[in-house]
């Protein structure tokens, strides 16, 4: 027969098991509720990261290209430009074509050199596509420099965007937004890069592009315009 004490104890080790059982149970419930909100507050944390980091990147990318294609565009000859609009640009820019240390010749005329183009790296009349030979061609912007008989110096290509160029929206290359081709959404149509004048200045149009984890584009955009020499 069982003493006062035994009976208390066995009651106190059930009492105990239950309870442990109960908190199991709570803890669980709680535990999974904590779980899934730090699983979402992560989530959120990371995707802000990643879209941080794309637009950073991005913008970081267009104006690095901006200020190349600027400081290029306010040394060209204005008479020398073509293109334009256009989403390529071609130009001269001052050379001492005669030797005499100076960009000017005996009569102190500005010396141009051939011309140079600020392009998209795909097939067009000025070269094939790749012409830096890297595997990417829609989504790099490029400066070729080209020779006296207007063929590309490829191992003096500049990249000016490596790989996030926006992707030229104009598909069918007709100039309008038709259906299917405004990739970001925006309900205009985008070029990734444009050249057009501006008055006496020369507009550009740099866009660069990435996505976010659900697959949403990002872009970065820059406009601006420089006055090219004799304007
Ligand atoms: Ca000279
Ligand atoms: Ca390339
Ligand atoms: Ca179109
Ligand atoms: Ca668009």
């Given at each position: 027969m069982k003493s006062l004490d035994d009976r208390t104890q066995s009651s106190r080790h059930a009492k105990q098991r239950g309870f442990t059982l109960l908190e199991v149970v709570v803890t669980v419930t709680i535990l999974t509720v904590v779980m899934g909100t730090l699983f979402t507050i992560g989530m959120g944390i990371s995707d802000t990261a990643i879209i941080q980091n794309v637009t950073i990147t991005n913008s970081q990318q267009v104006r690095g290209a901006m200020s190349q294609a600027m400081r290029e565009l306010r040394q060209a000859s204005r008479s020398g430009i073509t293109g334009l609009p256009g989403a390529a640009i071609t130009y001269q820019i001052p050379v001492d074509s005669d030797y005499n240390g100076l960009a000017v010749d005996s009569n102190f005329e500005c010396e141009f050199g051939p011309n140079r183009v600020i392009k998209r790296d795909v097939q067009d009349d000025i070269c094939g596509a790749d012409i830096n030979d890297d595997?990417?061609?829609?989504?790099q912007l490029l400066l070729v420099p080209l020779d006296a008989a207007d063929a590309p110096i490829v191992d003096q290509v500049q990249v000016l965007i490596g790989n996030q160029l926006l992707v030229d929206e104009d598909a069918n290359g007709n100039g309008t937004l038709d259906s299917g081709e405004d990739t970001n959404g925006n309900g205009v149509l985008d070029h990734g890069v444009w050249f057009e004048w501006d008055g006496r200045r020369v507009a550009i149009t740099i866009q660069a592009s990435g996505t976010s984890r659900q697959g949403n584009p990002l872009v970065s955009e820059l406009t601006q315009s420089v006055l090219p020499r004799n304007s």
């Open positions: 595997g990417i061609t829609e989504r």
